[in-house]
């Protein structure tokens, strides 16, 4: 089984530092939602977000929107092999079910996300998304793999190939992602990590890292042969 986290990952809602700015405050009318349940959006609220801390870095939903798709649509998630799980810079945990059908359009991700901040689960009867409060840590506590790949700037130089050596199919493996734009991890990834790791000479963004890391999980445990055999 292989366990997905997309760690720091730049989706929040509003700060209240930045709500009353006039680009925040039309925008929520608009929506007919109070300023601080909307989704920070680095495209919709950049003059707001200058007064921000790492604001160079933050409202960026679309990362985990297209790093979702992309996870969700695999031969290993149908095969009911991959567990997703976005980690928030404000330590909030979305726990996202394998058979969620997210929206594509990027302004229903959006909204999809306000209602689940504000309800804490989606749809309520019956939940894909739940969030909570966790660290990084705690989740992967929780997750307790037999190993805990990061993968970073920082890390081994390695092969797509060489990722998974030494571990099987029936192992339970996470890899961890940053879902951020820029910069390093805020969580203390080298404490909870059993290997840091490097897998190209250039920065990739993390909708390429999530779907390469996924393939070569696929590839090397022999996914595609094992759907086609039946």
Known sequence: MLHLVLADSELEQIPSEIAEHPVIRRLARRRGRRPTELILNSSLHFPAMRRLQDGDRRGRPDIVHMSLLLALDTPLNREGLLRVYVHTRKDKLITVSPSVDLPRASYRFEGLMEQLFLTGKV????PFLRVEDASLETILRRINPEKVITFSDRGNRKLWSEIYIGLSRESDVCVVVGGFPRGDFLSEVDKISDELV???????????????????YEDTFGISELRWRR
């Open 123 to 126: 749809p309520p009867e019956k």
């Open 198 to 216: 490097c897998i190209d000479p250039e920065l990739l963004r993390a909708p390429t890292v999530v779907s390469r890391a996924i393939y070569s």
